[in-house]
């Protein structure tokens, strides 16, 4: 029953290759999204989804586009990968003013 | 520029002491979070402020609208509090920024 829920935990692939990674909550929260997180572990927005609405689409590379088939899934999909897109993606979903739920990140390596 | 300034970056106290994590931000918010996330990777959220005091537990979270200041304090420091503490600031039109975060290591 987690709240919000990630898959893959971590992902391995080579340059070039397109990957997606899935996010699901069963908080019924109206607002998704997507952070990137560097090796220096700080955080920054890609993406935020609200009511299956773009809201928020930070300065990130076109290869990377959200998809959220309803309101409880947020998936992001990666083209061509290159090695600078290595770190962790955290999913999170909030609701109004609660408190946001963090999904427990995929660890993203680009060889 | 960050929006979100943290201080400080790192931070190594004794068990039991008073800790003090700063977060200051530029403009005009809606709400703030503290966000702690542990060695194994996890991300929880503390607290959520939009004026005044929360506590729970040994942790503490204040913010200063006027000043715009938010710290967190945590009273008898563990060891099992050693994280990456995280401030987050949700700025009116719904757009979340990050502090850099503070690592804390309590050593017994």
């Known amino acids: 029953d987690t709240a919000v829920s990630q898959t893959p935990k971590y992902l391995v692939t080579q340059m070039g290759n397109d990957k997606s990674i899935k996010c699901e909550q069963n908080?019924?929260?109206?607002?998704m999204y997507w952070y990137k997180q560097d090796s220096k572990k700080f955080l920054k927005i890609m993406f935020s989804?609200?009511?299956?609405?773009?809201?928020i689409n930070e300065t990130v590379p076109n290869r990377f586009s959200p998809k959220s088939p309803d309101k409880a899934h947020l998936n992001l999909h990666i083209n061509s990968l290159e090695l600078g897109d290595s770190a962790v993606y955290f999913c999170?979903?909030?609701?109004?003013?609660?408190?946001?739920?963090f999904g427990n990140g995929t660890r993203l390596t680009v060889t | 520029k960050n929006e979100v300034e943290q201080s400080p970056q790192n931070l190594t106290a004794q068990e039991g002491e008073f800790i003090t994590i700063n977060c200051s931000y530029s403009?005009?918010?809606?709400?703030l979070h503290w966000l702690q996330q542990h060695p194994g990777g996890g991300i929880v959220s503390l607290f959520m402020?939009?004026?005044g005091k929360k506590k729970h537990g040994r942790l503490i979270a204040t913010i200063n609208i006027q000043e715009k200041h938010s710290s967190l304090h945590i009273t008898a420091s563990h060891p099992r509090d050693s994280a990456v503490y995280i401030c987050?600031?949700?700025?009116?039109?719904?757009?979340?920024?990050f502090g850099t975060g503070t690592s804390l290591t309590v050593i017994p």
């Open positions: 999170a979903s909030s609701q109004g003013f609660s408190p946001l739920h």
């Open positions: 908080l019924g929260h109206d607002t």
């Open positions: 989804y609200n009511n299956k609405e773009l809201i």
């Open positions: 403009v005009g918010i809606s709400a």
């Open positions: 402020l939009s004026s």
């Open positions: 987050a600031v949700l700025f009116f039109g719904n757009q979340f920024y």
